[in-house]
């Protein structure tokens, strides 16, 4: 089942790869999709996201890119998860794969709604699988850095200084999906280089933060 807000792009992928396509708020459409594939689903993929800057401090605040930040790259798990566990808990099976960003485990210079909310993801994916683990729900939270996607088109130039040097094609992320589902781990990194990076954040902050302050700096010269 393939889903977008845009419904001819969505029914065009549908139709190359064979599948059916559902338009509308990926949020909503749970039970749609249910009764398109037959009743039951059994892997979601949240994969819906928006960037938004939403403003530096001291500037006017955009709140309205902040409610959608929080609503397309947290919320809509949140609902997606509360219309799937259910059925899922009943059979004891279900895999939800949460599409989160490297940001969400460190974080991007100048977008604070995305890295923000990216974070929120990620703990949102942690808790799913913490709390239901044993109950059969199985739970990936996939973490890229830079995609070759419209997204990173879109980010502007602190997208052009930290992520387009290393970018990916989206078939890469898949790829890896699909390796750590066969594996069954919770945290995918398709660049792994993110895993060394999350560890110096967490064994000193302090150094990591003035790492990630000589980015910005840097950036701060180029724009």
Same mark, same amino acid.
């Given at each position: 089942?393939?889903?977008?807000?845009?419904? %001819?792009?969505?029914?065009?992928?549908?139709?190359?790869?064979?599948?059916?396509?559902?338009?509308?708020?990926?949020?909503?459409?749970?039970?749609?999709?249910?009764?398109?594939?037959?009743?039951?689903?059994?892997?979601?993929?949240?994969?819906?996201?928006?960037?938004?800057?939403?403003?530096? =401090?001291g500037e006017?605040?955009?709140?309205? !890119?902040?409610?959608?930040?929080?609503?397309?790259?947290?919320?809509?798990? *949140?609902?997606?998860?509360?219309?799937?566990? @259910?059925?899922?808990?009943e059979r004891?099976?279900?895999?939800?794969?949460?599409?989160?960003?490297? %940001?969400?485990?460190?974080?991007?210079?100048?977008?604070?709604?995305?890295?923000?909310?990216?974070?929120?993801?990620?703990?949102?994916?942690?808790?799913?699988?913490?709390?239901?683990?044993?109950?059969?729900?199985?739970?990936?939270?996939?973490?890229?850095?830079? *995609? #070759?996607? !419209?997204?990173?088109d879109a980010?502007?130039?602190?997208?052009?200084? *930290?992520?387009?040097?290393?970018?990916?094609? =989206?078939?890469?992320?898949? !790829?890896?999906?699909?390796?750590?589902?066969?594996?069954? #781990?919770?945290?995918?990194?398709?660049? =792994?280089?993110?895993?060394?990076?999350?560890?110096?954040?967490?064994?000193? @902050?302090?150094?990591?933060?003035?790492?990630?302050?000589?980015?910005?700096?840097?950036?701060?010269?180029? #724009?």
């Amino acid at each position: 089942m393939v889903n977008d807000l845009d419904a %001819a792009r969505a029914k065009a992928v549908a139709e190359e790869i064979g599948g059916q396509a559902v338009a509308g708020d990926a949020s909503s459409v749970v039970d749609e999709a249910r009764d398109a594939l037959g009743g039951t689903v059994d892997v979601w993929c949240a994969n819906a996201g928006v960037g938004r800057d939403g403003g530096e =401090p001291g500037e006017p605040l955009r709140e309205e !890119d902040w409610a959608l930040s929080w609503d397309v790259n947290v919320m809509a798990h *949140v609902r997606a998860a509360h219309a799937l566990l @259910p059925e899922w808990l009943e059979r004891g099976s279900g895999r939800f794969v949460s599409t989160v960003s490297a %940001a969400g485990l460190l974080t991007m210079i100048g977008t604070a709604p995305y890295s923000v909310t990216k974070h929120g993801a990620y703990a949102f994916a942690e808790w799913l699988s913490l709390t239901y683990r044993h109950r059969g729900v199985k739970v990936h939270a996939i973490c890229p850095q830079g *995609v #070759r996607t !419209d997204m990173l088109d879109a980010s502007g130039s602190a997208g052009d200084l *930290v992520l387009k040097p290393t970018a990916i094609e =989206p078939e890469d992320v898949a !790829d890896a999906l699909f390796d750590g589902i066969e594996q069954d #781990r919770f945290l995918i990194l398709p660049h =792994p280089e993110v895993a060394e990076y999350y560890r110096a954040r967490a064994a000193d @902050p302090e150094r990591w933060l003035g790492g990630m302050n000589r980015v910005q700096r840097q950036w701060e010269t180029t #724009r």
